[in-house]
């Protein structure tokens, strides 16, 4: 009988920097960006790919990081929270985010901001309708999205202070 | 004095640096926002420790059974399996918890793990612990629990039958707590009505607020000093102290617990206590730190849900003019399982006894009884939310029976500003508001002026339109003392908060604070408050982020619940600066040659004599001779610290224990909320396609953040009144255990928002503010309200339950008679 392949090398580059691990073939990507890379600020909410919170972008694309296996990211390029503001300048989106009060706990906002930036660089001049489909993926117990679709439509005018 | 104001639409932005006094009332923004917004927020699940294990509970697959064998040999066999716990250890090693309610619901016994039975789906029976998540979890499905089933225990109604099964060896009729509740006379009521309206049953379903952070913590275990240090999102450390440390058999400065971020609590995050004996003991059997992050199916089946209750044989007495004289009802409780903080929902409701209503009879027969569901805890507007749904259930049907209108039958039976403070028939006080006016504020925002056109144009469309509204209190700073009345026995009352502020050697001025903030932005609000005092901006004060009980900020009721941080958290900050800036002025004065502190002032980080400006000491250098240079004072300013320590109590009393009698909150913040649906006749799908919330909450700090407190607490209770539920089927199962069953609102659901405030200081509390944010149960009563309206045409049914998803309206509109057999008037 073959064994099952258990583990597998992978190279991700992840927000610009290239990282190799060896990770089991069941790590999944939230797992993986979390207890392998220490990079915390993408959340897990629900187990089950309903919350969003763990959203990041692999190779253009928003994915629930908990949906994708680390092995299943091998050779993409990933961006997550951290990578917003590689210098300390908070993105527009970040800005407008504290400027519209658009967060309470803060669990939600990374996967939301990854949500909303896949959003701009796609649809640079979203609608309200626009703006609430892109994020149905993302949920927020806290805020009833009010000010998150009023901050994202503002950082799309650039109307953030 | 009251204002109104409007949000504006876009939020003032306080420039870095700027120095001016008067930051209360201004929407200075977040200092906690910097670090979320970057991901750098530190939640539990981010705290690693060096050889930290994963735990995985096995849970209970059944609702109801007996355990005949465990066996963990298996999972033990795995590499990288470091030990397991199970209930026998855990009755050894450890006391049953401590339970507030009297006997015979007192002697029930709790422990971490499930011991000999388990009594609902997802009870914790064994715990594993392991080098990896995924491994813990391998791990779990090699232990084998025998089971003989049970009969399930599942209707509240007839939980109590002494022919039903029995949950507790120690708690007959599975009745937890009965107690009656009788005010003012009701009989002479009765008498003096004009009509009489019965209602048979009325029902509130279980829902939870589902924060999107599970429960978990990280727990270390100091061998040489025996303390433990439990990284956690408990939201409520007072309590959750006092439960663990009788339990684990050690004093309470054993157990030190550290949070920073927590991503939501919502009350859900009280009860967490359980869980976390459970980690004590595995961190200290396997020597390492232990690291436990709930599922979400976990959070849903076995956390803390919001109490469902019950109100059979209504009654309410109504004069000619549409004056409701009070009410009578049978109230029945069902805290699932275990009573972790029940059975306090059985008092707590009386906060708000007659609701906004002037209601001076009240008679109430009120069970708890225990059930195989999970347990029940406190959930954003606890208790109240249950009972002020009751009440404009009453207002509504009552309305509608005897064809008032909604807005007139409220206005006629609204406590009155004049009224203010207002003393209600259990002893209450309620501090003070204007419901009436915002009860206008709230139509204005949903254009009822112009509602007969909109419901016109509604039916045009084939819809039917209807206007709902909710009148709720939001009380808050709770006097503990109302324990006392479900256990006489109890030694709790009165309430606690407590800040220091000091001043350090290089100037920095440092608040830390007793409390455990999950999104309420204490660290902004604080320093607010703290600015002003001491004439700085909040960009001068460095509030510590979260929660440390080492800290010395922390008393018997620290933690963050119960709409209370405003009044007690703030007023401990205001207490503590306070104390700060007269010993600022008494040293400045005494370096700067001033008869006294009464001639000089704070003033842009200096204090400076009020004759010459230019003699000024800045505070880096108050700080620095106090900590570092202190020979150069004068003996008697030595006692001078510059580190202050306030512990804000407030003014409660203890309650009358046989009459159930007296004020068991503070400050009573109001809300109303109004609704617009259109329903579909054909299939009972509807949509809210206006809503507008009107808060009065007095003194606003940060009006930008009690705004999104409001969109919060709205959007819940839209999601609990339109889709959430925790519905079980015949065996006890919870068929809503994820998001995808359970439905919470997601951007596409919600309505459009509108608020407004009405602000009417409450005279009761250092800054006039009320507790806030639990204030979003009017959403339920609206959505109920508004739904009633919308069908009225079509064959007058009642909405007799909370929870009004689309299939149910259907039923409505179908069979409204079936909802109408729920209502008479007997007409004297």
Not at chain 2, 593 to 599: N, P, V
Not at chain 2, 784 to 803: E, F, W, Y
Request: some cysteine.
């Amino acid at each position: 009988m073959i064994e099952p392949v258990r583990g597998q090398r992978i190279s991700v580059v992840v927000n610009g920097d290239r990282h190799e691990r060896d990770v089991e073939a069941r790590r999944l990507l939230v797992h993986f960006l979390r207890d392998d890379l220490d990079l915390t600020g993408t959340h897990v909410g629900c187990d089950t790919g309903n919350c969003g919170a763990c959203t990041v972008i692999v190779d253009g694309v928003a994915v629930k990081s908990c949906m994708m296996l680390a092995v299943q990211a091998d050779g993409t390029a990933v961006e997550t929270v951290e990578g917003l503001a590689p210098d300390g300048e908070l993105h527009p989106l970040q800005q407008s985010f504290s400027s519209f009060h658009a967060l309470q706990c803060g669990y939600c906002t990374p996967g939301m901001l990854m949500s909303a930036k896949h959003l701009l660089d796609h649809n640079p001049e979203p609608t309200d309708g626009e703006i609430r489909r892109a994020i149905q993926g993302n949920i927020c117990r806290c805020t009833g999205y009010v000010n998150i679709v009023e901050a994202i439509a503002a950082a799309a005018k650039g109307e953030v202070k | 004095m009251s204002e109104t104001t409007v949000t504006p639409d876009q939020p003032i932005t306080v420039e870095e640096q700027e120095v001016a006094p008067g930051f209360i009332g201004q929407n200075v923004p977040r200092k906690e926002d910097r670090r979320l917004v970057q991901g750098e927020g530190v939640f539990v699940d981010d705290v690693k420790r060096h050889g930290m294990a994963y735990v995985h509970f096995v849970r209970s697959p059944y609702a109801h059974a007996a355990i005949s064998a465990i066996d963990v040999s298996k999972a033990m066999e795995l590499e990288g399996v470091y030990g397991t716990l199970i209930g026998e250890e855990v009755a050894a090693e450890t006391e049953a918890f401590f339970q507030i309610a009297p006997p015979p619901g007192g002697d029930l016994q709790d422990y971490a793990l499930a011991v000999g039975r388990v009594r609902h789906v997802g009870e914790p029976v064994v715990a594993v612990a392991a080098a990896t998540r995924e491994l813990a979890r391998d791990a779990a499905d090699l232990v084998e629990v025998e089971y003989e089933p049970l009969d399930p225990v599942l209707d509240p109604e007839t939980a109590a039958d002494p022919a039903t099964t029995q949950l507790h060896e120690e708690v007959p009729n599975n009745t937890i707590w009965q107690g009656n509740f009788d005010y003012g006379d009701y009989d002479a009521a009765l008498a003096e009505a004009d009509k009489v309206v019965r209602i048979k049953r009325l029902h509130f379903h279980r829902f939870s607020s589902t924060p999107l952070e599970t429960s978990g913590a990280v727990v270390e275990y100091n061998r040489g000093t025996g303390q433990w240090t439990i990284h956690s999102n408990n939201q409520f450390p007072g309590f959750a102290i006092i439960m663990m440390a009788p339990a684990l058999k050690v004093g309470l400065d054993k157990l030190r617990f550290v949070s920073q971020d927590i991503g939501g609590g919502f009350g859900n995050k009280i009860c967490t206590h359980v869980q976390l004996v459970a980690m004590c003991l595995l961190a200290r059997k396997l020597r390492r730190a232990v690291n436990w992050t709930e599922w979400r199916t976990d959070q849903h089946t076995a956390n803390s849900h919001g109490n469902e209750r019950v109100f059979l044989d209504v009654e309410v007495p109504v004069k000619a003019d549409g004056t409701m004289l009070g009410f009578k009802a049978r109230m029945i409780d069902d805290c699932g399982a275990w009573t972790r903080y029940e059975p306090l929902g059985c008092i707590i409701w009386a906060q708000v006894t007659p609701g906004v209503y002037r209601w001076r009879n009240v008679r109430v027969d009120f069970t708890q009884v225990c059930t195989n569901k999970s347990p029940c805890g406190p959930n954003r507007g606890y208790s109240r939310m249950q009972h002020l749904w009751f009440t404009e259930r009453i207002i509504d049907i009552v309305a509608q029976e005897l064809d008032a209108d909604p807005v007139e039958i409220r206005k006629r039976n609204y406590i009155r500003a004049d009224e203010m403070p207002y003393e209600t028939p259990n002893g209450c006080v309620y501090d003070s508001g204007d419901y009436a006016r915002c009860l206008d504020e709230a139509l204005k925002l949903v254009g009822y002026e112009s509602i007969d056109e909109k419901r016109k144009d509604a039916e045009s469309r084939g819809k039917l339109l209807g206007v709902g509204i909710g009148s709720t209190l939001d009380s808050g700073t709770n006097n503990f003392g109302q324990s006392t009345l479900v256990n006489p026995e109890l030694q709790f009352s009165g309430n606690n908060e407590v800040a220091t502020v000091k001043l350090d050697i290089f100037g920095e001025i440092v608040v830390t604070l007793g409390t455990t903030p999950q999104g309420q932005s204490h660290e902004t609000t604080a320093a607010q408050v703290v600015a002003d005092i001491l004439h700085v901006s909040p960009d001068d004060v460095n509030v510590r982020a979260g929660h440390d009980s080492y800290w010395n900020s922390h008393a018997g009721f620290s933690g963050t619940y119960a709409s209370q941080f405003a009044v007690t958290g703030l007023g401990a900050a205001k207490g503590a600066a306070d104390m700060l800036a007269d010993e600022i002025l008494k040293l400045g004065a005494a370096v700067l040659g001033a008869e006294s502190a009464d001639e000089v002032e704070l003033d842009g980080g200096f204090v400076r004599r009020k004759d010459n400006h230019e003699a000024a000491l800045p505070f880096m250098a108050c700080g620095a001779i106090v900590n570092a240079n202190n020979a150069v004072l004068p003996l008697e300013l030595r006692d001078l610290t510059l580190n202050c320590r306030y512990v804000y109590v407030p003014p409660h009393q203890l309650p009358d224990k046989e009459r159930k009698y007296g004020n068991l909150t503070l400050t009573y913040a109001n809300q109303i909320h109004a609704c617009v649906v259109e329903v579909d006749p054909e299939t009972g799908v509807y949509e809210l396609v206006d809503y507008g919330a009107v808060d009065d909450c007095g003194v606003r700090i940060n009006p930008l953040i009690v705004e999104g407190q409001v969109h919060g607490a709205a959007a819940q209770s839209i999601g609990a009144a339109t889709h959430e539920i925790f519905h079980y089927d015949e065996d006890g199962n919870l068929l809503t255990p994820n998001f995808y069953d359970y439905h919470v609102p997601h951007a596409l659901d919600m309505p459009p928002l509108k608020t407004a405030y009405v602000e009417s200081p409450s005279p009761f509390t250092s800054l006039g503010t009320k507790g806030m944010g639990e204030g979003g149960g009017a959403g339920l009563s609206a959505v109920a309200a508004a739904l009633q309206d919308a069908l009225r045409g079509s064959g007058k049914p009642i909405v007799s339950s909370s929870s009004n998803p689309y299939n149910t309206v259907w039923e409505l509109l179908r069979n409204p008679d079936e909802s109408r057999q729920l209502v008479e008037v007997e007409d004297r």
